[in-house]
């Protein structure tokens, strides 16, 4: 009785608590390493110039590149851009300026029910709304699947940046006659920047890899096509097809595409990080 | 000088770009009613042939018309819990890790950037990924262990998911540990408690309700996840008590047959599917962030 309750059995508790946590911990980098690893292996011998601004050639001939996919790429993440980033931020300024009413309530609850939403069921929707119409799959209605992806994780950011401007910012502004438009797009604005900017670029690395809403919108593509009405392919959309196929080569195309693309996420990451670092809003 | 025309055209501005607010906020509420009028009025039809016995049968006979989803929910159900049961240790250790052990250094920082780099890979590679190194190693397991030999199947789809929704639950927890008071853990230790109890019956129990938000959440994810599903699944519509074998969730038949559907009810019903999927995620999303936003991170 007194060795269970005793100190030292308390002590043996804690370490062995603490040495459990730490192992079971980096057990996690086992996956990472393990993934990381696989795509380096195959993927780093496909991959160089000709990989990149080449076609994809059909089964049998060797080499064929990613190029249709990294052009279509561009394509939905400029279209989704361009869809998602003014809004995203008009509707972060709107929650920041109007903290409590009935129409910013229903806002917040759209945002977060949106940020929920499983990708597939937006893919369904860009469907229903942009391919049925149009009567074809298209870029159009890719861009579209993404750029809603996008939109709350940059009205997010806009908010939360927002919100840690300081008042007396807002208040001196004003106290020199400056109308209350121009102080919130020439003085709040502008100090949040950076968390605006690192939301976009959170968006993009979130959309880059996306492929359940592609599917059915996007479509996929052999050849490079910069019609917005017609299909494209993209770099995860490649990499699905390409893998689920039987064939040899076309994995090691798969291959050579999931190390471009976690390139692409990584420096994604890297640039985030550093533009925090660089402009970190502190008051 | 006609000072009323300046102040007029201060005015007009400053309206106009409230109201380009209040437009693009109504913008947002319009798409969040749009979704869910568009996923019922496609899904009406379904809706309407088969009530609500489209939730309990499970029989899905496309050429016959005759479509029920349970086959779906029970896959997801049991890949998403599994997934769910086979995270929360090592998300918990992490949360554990990251918010009380290491705060900062290198250890931190090496595990941190770990999990920022699971968190940011694409889901279709997390798949590509698990189909070339993991089914294999789960087929010679399971031919160890004399089990029909898929290698795809619910437990693969269960780990997949368990390595994508770690980080999730992992960094809301993390932040929800480290807003715990230092006077309440200090306490704690000045009556003699070691690290342990002080995590046991302070730090732990005082964030229970933000790492259950972070939990909550993740299963969100999970729930939702398609791609990593759909590669090691195995698609199969059959529901089978064992987890070795293969299986099909609500969101991977949707992203298998929607393509290739052709006929109205059976496109209805793919949709049917997509709305359950919407309102589960959307009701565990809702219940998570509320639960965030009153213990305020």
């Known amino acids: 009785m007194t060795i269970i309750n005793g100190v030292s059995y308390r002590v043996f508790k804690d370490h062995l608590f603490k040495i459990t946590t730490i192992i079971a911990s980096f057990l996690l980098l086992v996956p990472l390493i393990l993934i990381l690893f696989y795509i380096i292996k195959n993927g780093i011998s496909t991959i160089n110039w000709e990989f990149i601004i080449n076609m994809p050639k059909p089964v049998g001939e060797s080499g064929g590149g990613i190029a249709n996919a990294i052009v279509g790429t561009f394509m939905l993440i400029g279209i989704a851009s361009f869809c998602a980033i003014p809004l995203g931020i008009l509707v972060g300024i709107f929650l920041y300026d109007h903290k409590s009413s009935i129409l910013s309530w229903w806002t917040r609850f759209s945002v977060e029910v949106l940020q929920g939403v499983p990708s597939i069921v937006i893919g369904i929707l860009a469907y229903t709304w942009i391919v049925i119409p149009n009567g074809s799959f298209s870029a159009l209605s890719g861009g579209i699947a993404l750029g809603i992806m996008m939109l709350p994780i940059i009205v997010k950011s806009t908010e939360e940046t927002l919100n840690l401007i300081p008042n007396h910012l807002k208040e001196a502004s004003l106290a020199l006659g400056v109308p209350y438009y121009k102080t919130l797009l020439k003085v709040i604005v502008p100090c949040a920047m950076s968390g605006i900017v690192t939301g976009i670029l959170i968006g993009i690395a979130r959309i880059v890899g996306e492929t359940a809403p592609l599917l059915f919108t996007a479509f996929g593509n052999q050849f490079i096509n910069y019609n917005i009405l017609k299909p494209v392919n993209s770099l995860p959309l490649m990499i699905f097809n390409y893998a689920a196929s039987p064939y040899e080569d076309w994995h090691k195309i798969a291959w050579g595409a999931s190390f471009f693309l976690v390139a692409v996420v990584f420096i994604l990451n890297v640039i985030t990080k550093l533009v925090v670092r660089r402009w970190k809003v502190q008051f | ?297």
């Open chain 2, 1 to 297: 000088m006609n000072t009323k025309n300046i102040y007029n055209s201060k005015n007009f501005a400053d309206k106009f770009n409230s109201a380009l607010y209040f437009l693009s906020a109504f913008l947002i509420i319009v798409l969040f009613a749009a979704i869910c009028v568009t996923l019922t009025v496609f899904s009406l039809q379904s809706i309407k042939t088969f009530g609500l016995s489209f939730l309990t049968a499970s029989l899905w006979d496309p050429v016959a018309g005759k479509f029920g989803a349970l086959t779906y929910i029970y896959g997801t159900v049991l890949t998403s819990t599994l997934a769910l049961l086979l995270s929360i240790p090592f998300a918990f250790s992490v949360i554990v890790f990251l918010g009380e052990y290491y705060t900062e250094g290198i250890l931190s920082n090496i595990l941190k950037s770990a999990v920022e780099l699971l968190a940011g890979i694409p889901s279709v590679i997390y798949g590509f990924w698990a189909l070339y190194a993991l089914v294999p190693i789960i087929r010679k397991f399971e031919m160890a262990f004399e089990i029909p030999p898929y290698g795809v199947g619910i437990l693969t789809a269960a780990i997949v998911l368990a390595i994508m929704i770690i980080p999730y639950s992992a960094s809301i927890g993390r932040e929800a540990i480290q807003l715990v008071p230092s006077e309440l853990k200090e306490s704690a230790y000045a009556l003699g408690a070691t690290q342990y109890e002080v995590l046991r019956y302070v730090t732990v129990p005082y964030a229970r309700s933000g790492i259950f938000a972070g939990i909550l959440l993740s299963l969100g994810r999970a729930v939702g996840e398609t791609m990593a599903v759909t590669m090691v699944i195995g698609n199969v519509n059959k529901i089978s008590l064992n987890i070795f074998a293969p299986g099909n969730t609500m969101a991977s038949v949707i992203a298998n047959q929607f393509s290739e559907a052709c006929d109205k009810l059976y496109i209805s019903s793919l949709v049917e599917i997509g709305l359950v999927l919407f309102v589960i995620t959307g009701v565990i999303n809702v219940i998570g962030k509320y639960i965030l936003k009153k213990i305020s991170i």
